[in-house]
């Protein structure tokens, strides 16, 4: 059935019905049950993305099976292949969001079988916002007796839910719904400012903190633009607790980063990526994207904090207690994509609490997660300056000792494709003949026709990384961090756009060239690190998936045998107790894959219906352990489903082997 009220579109199937989740009294099955479920996007608030759970290991993976789907088609027009979103699962429910306006879903987390569904018509507003997408999930808060489900909407609206009957708390806002535009502290347009929503909020005691995405900054229509200010409100009644500028104000710390009064109109600088929280402290860590023009700076030029830095907050204040910043006046869309990962270990003998950023450069940076200090030194070091009009480069940049980085970083002759000395020589006059700067590590974006005849940049990362918000997975047992990297080169060359932009340049004027098909680089093309947090050392490193047919059937490798290429996309992880399972990522092979936490061999492989769109999770419900994530195959038209594996289940009744799914 179908019920209107005010905006709101409420569609109800079979209604959820679980008990809520109270203080613990019994503290052994209050482990129990978290142990048990998946509460959290990265399933704790310390962005680990690993579960204990171990009912499936190497012994039985090669049991593991499909056990039910959950389909999407009817949720999204268009049709939506790519859904990002990590489903929660606390008391026997799933909740996760898909479709382009954001349906709230609950489900049975046993058999798939839908609870409730919940959407909100946002109409103009929505058509408007730049996150149109599913998003990437949504939080759980609970008082011990009330149950509540906080999304975030295309519009930038926050939603309490019933997490029993989907309908929105009437407490809470206005009917349910605060206006996060409205919380900003500056003017916008409630229908067309370009501010949304990706990751799911951040949810302690009673607050709720928002981090907001913003218009990809490749062509911005102006130098101005929206702040991506950081936002708690209260998670009982919807009422603001306090806000960060993430670019300073007058008279606020890091004001003077901003030369010729930019902070005062420059935007983004939000964070789009989750972010994480040290329950014991109550510190908040925010990863922060770059400032409005993610290849120009000359509208901005200083050092730009606190745009593309890791900033840790007083969760209960906003009070800012530290900040790093992982590059300085960002010209390359370096935003860090991915939530802190909170671990603590041993290292030197001595029991240290740590936090890790993966970036997009593929460099992870340890620092101690209460003072900001560097675990290991980080130097500042010497990088090449800019000769576009106006810009202004930084002059060093941070370059942590350990780990090393866990990718390649700049593009020389060696890194081009090698399989034959003829590819190679095709290569180098690709670069000779489109006259594109091979550039070194932090080699600044250049103009698409240079005084000097080039006409841009290779650039290696690429603005997509590196890591980018697919992240990475620590097991506290062991130390080891996984990290899961894409080698992708971008062509930054900087063009005049007068009618789309009233910036001095812009990016958009480079194509990155490709030989006869093939990558101009070599493989990998992507790859999964092991990284030892105890040491700062690699562990072991593989390449992602299987060599792609398009480069294994192509003409020009006939009749070579290669390794293994890597997947042309970023690999999806989650580790549990006793597996690291991974995927290719989207557009990758349909194949969901167990490797050795050890070694990274692979243990186990099985089909997918489609090339995987998020990172798995896992939970267990009635004694079954469940692994799931979505997947979508565009090419054949499949929209986005959740696909759910587990162990069959013994036929009830029989002795003769026989199971059911």
């Known amino acids: 059935m179908r019920i209107r009220v005010g905006t709101a579109l409420f569609v109800f199937a079979s209604v959820a019905v679980f008990t809520a989740t109270q203080a613990p009294p019994v503290p052994p099955a209050a482990a129990a049950a978290a ?65 382009s306006s954001r349906w709230v879903i609950a489900a049975d987390a046993a058999t798939g079988a839908t609870r409730w569904t919940w959407r909100l018509d946002e109409s103009d507003r929505a058509a408007a916002a730049p996150r149109r997408d599913a998003g990437r999930g949504v939080s759980y808060w609970t008082n011990g007796t009330e149950e509540r489900i906080f999304t975030v909407t295309p519009g930038f609206r926050l939603v309490a839910l019933d997490a029993r009957t989907g309908r929105p708390v009437s407490t809470f806002g206005r009917d349910g719904v605060v206006d996060l535009k409205s919380l900003l502290g500056v003017e916008v347009d409630a229908k067309t400012a370009a501010i949304g929503n990706s990751s799911p909020p951040l949810v302690f005691e009673d607050l709720v903190v928002i981090g907001p995405a913003l218009e990809v900054g490749t062509r911005p229509p102006s130098y101005k633009n929206v702040p991506g200010r950081i936002l708690a409100v209260d998670a009982r009644t919807g009422a603001l607790k306090w806000r960060f500028n993430t670019i300073p104000q007058k008279g606020e710390e890091g004001y003077e980063t901003w030369e010729a009064g930019s902070a005062e109109y420059t935007g983004n600088a939000g964070a789009w990526a989750p972010l994480s929280l040290d329950e014991k402290r109550g510190y908040l860590y925010l990863p922060l994207e770059a400032a409005t023009g993610d290849y120009y700076g000359g509208h901005r030029l200083g050092a730009n904090l606190f745009s593309s830095t890791l900033a840790c907050l ?124 091979m550039g070194a590590f932090f080699a600044p974006p250049s103009l698409a026709d240079a005084p000097d005849g080039t006409k841009g940049t290779l650039s290696l990362p690429g603005n997509l990384g590196g890591t980018n918000w697919e992240h990475g997975a620590f097991d506290p047992e062991t130390g080891m961090l996984y990290v899961g990297s894409w080698t992708n080169p971008t062509v930054h060359a900087l063009i005049k756009d007068t009618q789309r932009s009233d910036m001095n ?39 992602n998936g299987n060599t792609p047919a398009a480069i294994a059937n192509n003409p020009a490798l006939k009749g070579l045998t290669i390794a293994p290429t890597g997947a042309q996309t970023r690999p999806v992880l989650l580790a549990t107790k006793t597996l690291l399972f991974t995927a290719d990522g989207y557009r990758g092979e349909a194949t969901l894959r167990a490797l050795d936490k050890a070694t990274g061999a692979r243990v186990w492989e099985g089909a997918l219906p489609g090339s995987a769109s998020s990172s798995p999770m896992t939970y267990m419900v009635n004694g079954r352990q469940f692994v799931l994530l979505w997947t979508s195959q565009q090419a054949s038209g499949q929209p986005s489903e959740l696909v759910a594996f587990a162990i069959p289940q013994p036929r009830a009744g029989r002795d003769d082997g026989a199971s059911v799914r």
């Open 35 to 99: 142990t048990a479920e998946w509460r959290h996007y990265h399933r704790d608030l310390a962005g680990t993305r690993y579960s204990p759970l171990d009912v499936i290991t190497p012994a039985n993976v090669a049991s593991l099976a499909v056990a039910w789907h959950w389909k999407s088609d009817n949720f999204s027009a268009p049709p939506e292949y790519k859904n990002e979103s990590t489903p929660l699962m606390i008391g026997g429910t799933l909740y996760f969001t898909t479709g």
């Open 505 to 543: 340049y812009v990016g958009g004027g480079g194509r990155l060239p490709n030989v006869r098909g093939l990558p101009i680089i070599k493989p990998p093309y992507s790859r999964i690190t092991a990284i030892n947090l105890r040491t700062g050392e690699h562990a072991w490193m593989v390449a």
């Open 314 to 437: 007083d969760v209960r204040t906003g009070r800012r207690l530290w900040h790093f910043q992982t590059v300085h006046h960002d010209i390359w869309d370096w935003d860090n994509p991915t939530a802190p990962i909170l671990a603590d270990v041993t290292i030197d003998g001595q029991p240290r609490e740590i936090v890790v950023q993966l970036t997009k450069q593929s460099f992870a940076y340890v620092l101690d997660r209460v003072t900001g200090k560097p675990i290991w030194p980080i130097a500042e070091r010497p990088v090449p300056a800019s000769d576009v009009p106006g810009e202004r480069a930084a002059a060093t940049q941070p370059f942590p000792s350990k780990p090393r980085a866990y990718d390649r970083q700049g593009v020389t002759a060696d890194d081009l494709i090698d399989f034959t000395p003829e590819l190679r020589a095709e290569a180098l006059k690709l670069i000779a003949d489109g006259r594109l700067r």
